[in-house]
């Protein structure tokens, strides 16, 4: 394998993903469509998904685990009265429920699911189990047991009530959150079964639908100049970090891996922040007495 060839190309291009197409897939064209060398992605959605998917180019792959772990809001629709063996649309009917809830019922049912909570992944997700994905020894027909993991949901709303077999909601939540995993344990706690048949990512750290490229219109300025019109700075990705700034000194400094001197105006001693030099992001580090002692350093 010889060195992918293409473009020193850093920044942030957002998709509104459609439904039908894997992640990877989206990473994958637009990296070609920008002619980049490198390209990552943060948060990956199902295919059937839709919404921002947040693409990182060249350096700002580097800030992805910042946007990884920034919330993130979604609307989904739950189908009501039945279960599938994947907890969305895709998979087989395995349960089914004549019972119906009443909005109020559903209102209250939310309330547990809010907060800080403990999640099972569902059976068919990405988590390594002894090494291997989830999915694959699902669909060999195996049942596991998923150790539940923490996740913080800040808010969990009834968007609407279309019919009684389907309930619209809004989550906000932080890194790691299955809406599967909430469709299915909001069947169980109304003891009617559910799965999500529609899913849709509003927002995701910074970065929002709203703003986002369709994927025909990648395809449409693909290998032209207008195309990186819709490049953003990849100091988006660091949003949720405080900034410092670099003394000229410190910026050299940082640039070869070693601590640099930094004015802070927002970053406490012992916080995550990243540098910036004339506006452009040097390092992210940690921020100790006028220093920062960088772990991540941006080629410029």
Same mark, same amino acid.
């Given at each position: ?6 473009? @020193? ?59 990884? @772990? ?29 019972? %119906? ?40 027909? /195996? ?10 949901? /800040? ?12 309930? /619209? ?10 809406? %599967? ?26 970065? #929002? ?18 195309? @990186? ?36 105006? @927002?970053? #406490? ?10 506006? %452009? ?20």
């Amino acid at each position: 394998m010889g060195r992918r060839k293409g473009r @020193d190309i850093s920044g942030w291009v957002i998709i509104d993903k459609p439904a039908g197409l894997t992640s990877t897939a989206v990473v994958n064209k637009v990296r070609w469509a920008f002619d980049a060398k490198k390209a990552g992605h943060a948060g990956t959605l199902d295919p059937e998904a839709t919404g921002v998917l947040a693409i990182a180019l060249g350096e700002a792959t580097k800030t992805v685990p910042y946007i990884t @772990d920034a919330m993130k809001a979604y609307r989904f629709t739950v189908r009501l009265g039945q279960a599938t063996n994947t907890d969305d649309a895709e998979g087989e009917v395995i349960e089914t429920s004549d019972l %119906r809830p009443t909005d109020d019922d559903i209102r209250q049912a939310l309330l547990p699911l809010t907060g800080d909570i403990m999640q099972v992944p569902p059976q068919f997700s990405a988590v390594k189990i002894d090494g291997e994905r989830a999915y694959k020894r699902a669909r060999d027909g /195996e049942t596991m047991e998923i150790a539940a993991r923490p996740l913080f949901v /800040e808010e969990l709303n009834m968007v609407s009530r279309p019919d009684p077999d389907h309930v /619209e909601l809004e989550m906000v939540c932080g890194k790691g959150g299955y809406v %599967r995993s909430i469709a299915r344990d909001l069947g169980a706690a109304l003891g009617c079964f559910g799965y999500v048949v529609s899913l849709r990512r509003v927002w995701s750290g910074p970065f #929002e639908a709203d703003e986002a490229m369709s994927l025909e219109l990648v395809e449409q300025l693909a290998r032209t100049p207008a195309l @990186d019109e819709w490049l953003r700075p990849l100091e988006q990705g660091l949003d949720d970090l405080p900034e410092v700034r670099c003394t000229p000194e410190g910026a050299a400094k940082l640039r070869n891996g070693n601590p640099g001197m930094v004015i802070s105006s @927002d970053a #406490e001693y012992g916080d995550e922040a990243w540098a910036s030099f004339e506006g %452009r992001a040097v390092a992210v580090g940690i921020y100790r007495a006028g220093e920062l002692h960088p772990n991540r350093v941006f080629v410029p």
